[in-house]
């Protein structure tokens, strides 16, 4: 091992709003070092970590031309109780998505895209 995770950044123009909404949905504690950096530590003690870039342009997806960058899966037990939430924090719903049989495409309120998750066993990809 080379070294550990410390933690996930994400781009934004607005870092501590990002952070909120994010703290929303994990839970956790926001932390807003100054107007170009905020930090979200979840319950579990991970770290999410919001940058400002004034010229973010969200990923583009679904588009052929184009893919997520990387994306987030967020584990729910009730999908039809997150859902509303989730979109009640400022989400948006990815409709064009293809194959949501256990999971549903989302958009933060940044652009970037997530799911949110569900039925999938231990060990399962």
Not at 1 to 12: A, E, H, N, P, Q
Not at 65 to 73: I, K, N, T, V
Not at 104 to 113: K, L, S, T
Request: aromatic share 8%; with cysteine; proline share 7%.
């Amino acid at each position: 091992m080379i070294g550990k995770l410390r933690s996930v950044v994400l781009d934004t123009t607005d870092p501590v709003g990002l952070a909120n909404f994010y703290a929303g949905v994990l839970g956790g504690t926001v932390v807003q070092e100054d107007e170009t950096w905020s930090v979200l530590t979840d319950p579990a003690g991970m770290r999410f970590a919001f940058q400002l870039s004034p010229e973010h342009e969200a990923p583009r997806f679904p588009d052929p031309r184009g893919s997520q960058q990387f994306h987030l899966d967020i584990e729910v037990d009730d999908i039809d109780t997150a859902e509303p939430g989730i979109l009640a924090l400022g989400a948006t719903r990815v409709d064009d998505a293809h194959g949501e049989d256990r999971f549903r495409v989302f958009r933060d309120p940044a652009g970037h895209p997530f799911c949110l998750v569900w039925g999938i066993a231990a060990g399962d990809v």
